[in-house]
């Protein structure tokens, strides 16, 4: 009897722990299609509701409840590793609603590019058979000038502009700051809302 008594242990251990795997990646899954819309959504929204250096951790806050609640809903256990991918979210998020932001950005220049008129007349005047080489030296440094307006450095450093004239690497930098920032008020706060729901449930 006994060995049978250990195979249905080994058994329903098995089972348990692969439930658990299941779970687990539901809820990452899921708090990760969660983490990309918020971060969607947030890129969307005017620049002048997107503070620098409070955005970003606003919506960490609001990603930790969410993810928080959801732990719960699945009812896994609280392990070293939950916080991890909760950091892992957050940077997710953050990096999302960069790029829609930055995607933004770049549309508003290049609408602005296009309604240019002094472009489009050196345009006209670089596609005639006679050049004059300094006409053509200006035109491409201009071309150059609007396409480096188009990449992530010249997007950082219009977002940190209020702040100054900012060279590279620094609004690069802030901008990772920023992220750090939201990732470890996200984990304080999903660690707060772990505890606050356990503390309740246990009461």
């Known amino acids: 009897m006994m060995p049978e008594e250990n195979d249905d242990q080994d058994g329903t251990g098995n089972s348990e722990a692969s439930r658990g795997m299941s779970l687990l990646v539901q809820w990452f899954f899921l708090s990760a299609v969660i983490a990309v819309g918020l971060g969607v959504l947030g890129g969307m929204l005017p620049s002048r509701v997107k503070l620098l250096g409070i955005f970003a951790v606003l919506q ?13 809903s699945f009812l896994l256990e609280l392990r070293r590793p939950f916080f991890f991918a909760v950091g892992v979210l957050i940077a997710i998020q953050s990096a ?9 950005y770049t549309s508003s220049i290049e609408q602005q590019q296009k309604e240019d008129s002094n472009a489009s007349s050196l345009a006209k005047i670089v596609r005639s058979e006679n050049i004059d080489p300094k006409v053509q030296e200006e035109f491409q440094k201009a071309k150059d000038e609007k396409e480096a307006k188009l990449q992530f450095p010249a997007y950082f450093q219009h977002r940190v502009s209020q702040l ?9 930098l802030f901008a990772g700051m920023e992220i750090l920032l939201a990732i470890v008020t996200g984990l304080y706060f999903f660690r707060h809302c772990i505890r606050k729901c356990v503390s309740v449930s246990g009461s």
């Open 96 to 104: 999302t609603s960069f790029w829609i932001s930055f995607r933004d």
């Open 60 to 72: 960490s806050l609001l990603l930790a409840f969410v993810v928080a609640n959801l732990h719960r």
């Open 164 to 172: 100054g004239d900012w060279s590279s690497p620094w609004p690069e």
